[in-house]
């Protein structure tokens, strides 16, 4: 059975930063395409980081430049670090497993989705 774990959030003040982690049990994370997507209240759930094959990333627009992806595929470990951040990045954070979809940019299927991580960022 496949299972993601997150941790990492919290409230900061906007300019801070943040490191978001997720666990996976049950699959290797390399043999996935991983992302990040986060939810606001009454908006959609909109895709914000993405990596495949431990190399190739994808960002969104609203995020590129202040947000990192990578993977500990000895921890099998998803992260996300976040810089700078805005009150308009609060939001509930996921990270999901999947097939890549897409070439450059690429996005990642979510077939499997962790629990969620609350980030909530103060001006």
């Known amino acids: 059975q496949v299972q993601l774990v997150e941790s990492g959030g919290g409230s900061v003040q906007a300019g801070g930063s943040l490191r978001l982690s997720c666990v996976a049990y049950?699959?290797?994370?390399?043999?996935?395409?991983m992302g990040w997507f986060r939810q606001a209240p009454g908006k959609e759930r909109e895709g914000v980081a993405y990596?495949?094959?431990?190399?190739?990333?994808s960002y969104a627009d609203s995020v590129k430049g202040r947000f990192t992806i990578s993977q500990d595929n000895a921890k099998n470990t998803l992260y996300l670090q976040m810089n700078s951040l805005k009150p308009e990045d609060t939001a509930m954070y996921y990270c999901?497993?999947?097939?890549?979809?897409?070439?450059?940019?690429?996005?990642?299927?979510?077939?499997?989705w962790g629990q969620g991580t609350q980030v909530t960022v103060s001006s």
């Open positions: 049950g699959h290797t994370i390399s043999n996935f395409c």
């Open positions: 990596i495949d094959s431990s190399t190739w990333v």
């Open positions: 999901a497993a999947g097939p890549r979809v897409g070439w450059q940019p690429f996005t990642c299927g979510g077939k499997y």
